[in-house]
């Protein structure tokens, strides 16, 4: 199950998030956990360079593209292979919708349009597509 997808900027500041069966007192939590993920490990990652994590039983995948931060949270069929295709897919989306890696000023620019192709995305992850078929969907 994909738990979660996030965007920030490089200070942290959460741009974009998506829960799925995430409780709503749990949300703050695994904000505050991804954002201090990406400020400890991301500094000088190169664009689109996967780094992985696992608290518990869950899955995280992160990595940069710009000037922001892209996180994928998952857990049981969602480990991560599945997760890395999911950002894969994220980050593609991201550079159409920009036209190139977004600094936070493009990203803030085109907002709206980011956010319907995240949904339309992450729609497609949590009601209808196996992992294995992410990729090709898009």
Known sequence: MLLAVLIANSEGNVLVERFNGVPAEERL?????????????????????????????????????????????????????????????????????????PTERLFLDKYGKICLCLDEIVWKIFYEVPPIKIAMSV
């Open 29 to 101: 939590h695994w904000r505050s956990f991804l954002v201090k993920l990406g400020v400890d490990n991301l500094r000088g990652v190169k664009n689109e360079e996967l780094l992985v994590a696992n608290h518990k039983s869950v899955y995280i995948v992160y990595t940069v593209l710009g000037d922001v931060s892209i996180f994928a949270v998952g857990k049981d069929e969602y480990d991560e292979l599945a997760l890395s295709e999911a950002i894969f897919v994220i980050t593609s989306a991201l550079k159409d919708v920009c036209g190139k890696p």
